[in-house]
């Protein structure tokens, strides 16, 4: 039987940081959280990019957005903001930089989809035309 893994921020696996950013990692085997903290005058191609290597990031990000503010323009010219209480699927291929003279404070969840797909109930599509959450099989 699975057990419940519960971990603290305030000691996280890994923490990487730069001039203008912190990131905190947990990692629950195959699934990660981590918790990004940004201020004013953070940008992608400027704080991470000499580390990274590549023309723009990379990584996929399933963001939910605690404070603050972020822009994102991709590889093809279009960009999107996304602010408190926004939860975002951004593709690889894209710069950032967070907006206005506050933090911006967000959840990415990289890995939880992987690591859900392992260990939850699967979920049952609703009937065509209706909206709302899904339902859980067997609820």
């Known amino acids: 039987m699975a057990k419940v893994l519960i971990k603290k921020l305030s000691s ?16 629950f085997g195959g699934a990660s959280v ?4 940004f201020a004013p005058g953070w940008q992608w191609s400027r704080d991470a990019k000499p580390k990274e290597g590549t023309r723009s990031c990379a990584h996929a990000h399933a963001l ?4 603050g503010r972020m822009h994102f323009v991709m590889d093809d010219g279009s960009g ?8 975002a699927l951004i593709p690889p291929g894209h710069d950032a930089w967070t907006v206005g003279d ?3 404070v967000l ?4 890995g939880v989809e992987q690591g859900a797909e392992r260990a939850a109930i699967p979920a049952e599509p609703l009937p065509s035309g209706k909206s709302g959450p899904p339902r859980r099989i067997g609820a």
Request: hydrophobic share 35%; with cysteine; aromatic share 6%.
């Open 64 to 67: 939910y957005v605690l404070s």
């Open 12 to 27: 996280p696996d890994e923490m990487r940081l730069n001039t203008h950013g912190e990131v905190d990692i947990l990692r």
């Open 102 to 104: 506050k933090d911006c």
């Open 107 to 110: 959840f990415d969840l990289p």
């Open 80 to 87: 999107i903001d996304i602010a408190q209480g926004d939860c």
């Open 34 to 37: 981590a918790r990004g903290v």
